[in-house]
């Protein structure tokens, strides 16, 4: 039989805590096993808000997370009465943003059972915000389910992580990657193998890749990048081609999607007609909405220059494993030629430090550095000999 939790790469140790907690909340509600505050922590791309919606879609399916049933449907597209997604675009959640979703969800669950609320961002949360969110969770006998989302334990505040049991997310091994591209997504072999190697174990990415042509030769530009850094003037251009194309990426993915939310928004409050709606509230929402797009914008371009970030590591990995002596071992084999030029003429030091610098940068990202700004500093280092 199916079940919500197959989508789950490689994580079959919280999978059967997940599955009995499920069971044992069908049985008789409030067990030692089912607690109603529930921390996700993983790696990127190992799939946390995945096994959130997961476990979400196993509490309120009548037959145990089927991942088939209209329940399941409804509870994955946040179409479900009892199941709120809090996807975040901003770069942290408000104490405002908490109060409101606190009266939302204040009422009993409309079908029995539990209430559930995935917070994929709770890292973003702000201080006030956490205590406003600390005190519903604190509160005895609720029947509203937490599943909380962030990176590392250290992401939350201590007072919100030991109100909650915790569930750490693997990163899946290439070849468990490999294998849920071919069988589920009918991926050729070939093309899945290289696209999780390359994603190393970051499953979204890799799908991306092995189904988008534009995807795979935007990697191919990023990755040339190294051999292409002499002067200043090269690694100014180089910043900028890495932005671009980040964010062309990022248009690409939000583009459609921000038009049909507008339109959306404008039938709600009567578009075409000249009625009172539109002029009252409909101008104020529209323009509301856009401002939250642009700033979803940009951050899908600060994770899509991240992304870009991680594939160039990769190369300077692959160096420094050819540097050492190691050929079999290469993450980018497509490029053995280009990496094997490269550590022909490099320091293994000045990898190392290539390296480094990278991870700086994406720090410095993180924490919402200027892109380009960034960028360039980074590319000044990277031409460095
Ligand atoms: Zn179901």
Redesign the pocket.
């Known amino acids: 039989m199916s079940s ?1 939790f197959d989508d789950l790469v490689g994580q079959e140790h919280i999978i059967e805590i997940l599955q009995s907690a499920a069971a044992a909340s069908r049985e008789g509600a409030q067990t030692q096993e089912m607690t109603h505050a529930w921390l996700f922590t993983g790696p990127p791309g190992s799939g946390r808000s995945s096994a959130a919606v997961a476990f979400a ?1 196993s509490l309120i ?3 145990n ?5 209209s ?2 449907n409804a509870a994955k597209t946040s179409g479900h009465p009892d199941v709120e997604i809090i996807r975040t675009e901003g770069l942290s959640i408000k104490v405002e943003e908490i109060r409101e979703l606190l009266t939302r969800v204040a009422w009993a669950p409309s079908m029995g059972g539990w209430r559930v609320v995935v917070m994929e961002d709770a890292d973003r949360l702000t201080e006030s915000a956490a205590n406003a969110l600390l005190k519903a969770i604190e509160e005895p006998g609720t029947r509203t389910v937490w599943l909380l989302c962030a990176p590392t334990l250290h992401d939350v505040l201590p007072t919100i992580r030991s109100r909650c049991r915790h569930l750490q997310l693997r990163t899946p091994s290439i070849e468990a990657v490999t294998q849920v591209l071919i069988n589920r997504d009918k991926i050729s072999p070939d093309m899945a193998q290289f696209a999780a190697k390359v994603s190393q174990g970051h499953i979204g990415r890799a799908r991306y890749l092995a189904t988008n042509e534009t995807a795979r030769s935007n990697r191919k530009l990023v990755m040339q990048l190294p051999m292409q850094l002499g002067s200043l003037a090269s690694a100014l251009q180089a910043a900028q081609t890495l932005v671009d194309i980040a964010t062309e990426e990022a248009k690409t993915t939000s583009g459609s999607r921000d038009e049909f939310e507008i339109e959306k928004l404008q039938e709600a409050y009567g578009k075409g007609a000249t009625g009172r709606g539109m002029a009252s509230g409909g101008s104020k929402a529209v323009k509301e909405l856009e401002k939250e797009q642009k700033s979803r914008a940009t951050r899908m371009v600060r994770d899509s220059i991240d992304g870009t970030l991680l594939d160039l590591a990769t190369f300077y990995r692959d160096v420094m494993m050819v540097q050492s002596g190691s050929t079999e071992a290469l993450i980018n084999s497509d490029l053995s030629g280009e990496v094997a030029t490269y550590s022909a003429s490099a320091l293994v030091s000045s990898s190392i430090k290539k390296l480094d610098a990278i991870m700086e940068s994406r720090t410095h990202l993180a924490m919402s550095a200027a892109p380009l700004a960034t960028c360039e500093a980074l590319m000044c280092r990277l031409a460095q000999p």
């Open positions: 919500v879609q399916c009548s037959s997370g089927c991942g088939t049933c329940d399941c």
